[in-house]
């Protein structure tokens, strides 16, 4: 997918889609999908990048199920772990 779909005002324009889809105002979709990633992920290098992908899955019509979800944080607990584990490990080093 060109990357020129979800920039700008088309990105704000999905994302207002998104969340109204979800009863939510724009800016609360954005707050949940924020907490949502810091608690899975622990940490976002890059939100607009992450925003992006929102918008392009929302394009493609990707709706994860519920085991898919389930997968999807157990991956990611799995490296926030890996990554808790090598912080440690430096610290006691």
């Given amino acids: 997918m060109p990357r020129y779909i979800c920039t700008g005002l ?6 207002d889609e998104i969340a109204e889809s979800q009863g939510l ?4 979709f954005i707050s949940i999908i924020y ?3 810091i608690e899975i992920i622990g940490q976002i290098p890059n939100f607009a990048s992450m ?3 929102t918008c ?3 394009l493609r019509g990707h709706r994860p199920a519920v085991g898919e979800q389930a997968a999807l944080k157990q991956v990611a607990v799995m490296h926030v772990a890996q990554k808790c584990a090598a912080v440690l490990r430096k610290r006691h080093a």
């Fill in 35 to 37: 907490d949502e990633a």
């Fill in 56 to 58: 392009a899955l929302y």
């Fill in 25 to 28: 105002t724009t800016p609360k």
């Fill in 51 to 53: 925003l992006r992908t």
């Fill in 10 to 15: 088309s990105k704000t324009a999905l994302l």
